[in-house]
């Protein structure tokens, strides 16, 4: 019997776009265009992924499955809403901490 911890998928998906959400709005905040803010989306929603899949030894996640595809799609909803989420970026900024959660539960569940 394997005692290791394991997320549904979905609770991922929503992770990484919550984080591309997040990225696109840091990239709206310094006046990117759309192509800028959304390589600081899907560096800000997979980035951190990378480092500790590569420091552990594993393939990066998102070689394998259709994590940048939600980077992407979280980094073009916060581009074109960054107006809208800056009166509710409190709501945004705790479910994205929340949110990090998810990735240290992923991130322990890969180290075992």
């Known amino acids: 019997m394997e005692d290791t911890i394991s997320l549904p998928d979905w609770l991922v998906n929503i992770s990484v776009t919550f984080g591309g959400m997040a990225g696109a709005m840091h990239g709206s905040r310094k006046n990117m265009d759309v192509f800028g803010t959304l390589i600081v989306a899907v560096i800000a929603a997979i980035g951190a992924g990378t480092v500790r ?3 552990i030894g594993r393939v990066p996640i998102w070689l394998y499955s259709p994590l940048v595809g ?25 479910l994205d901490t929340l949110l990090i959660g998810v990735w240290v539960v992923l991130g322990a569940q890969l180290a075992l």
Do not use: P
């Open 53 to 55: 899949d590569l420091s």
């Open 70 to 94: 939600y980077a992407i799609l979280g980094g073009i909803a916060g581009y074109f809403l960054a107006r809208v989420m800056r009166y509710i970026n409190r709501t945004i900024f705790v």
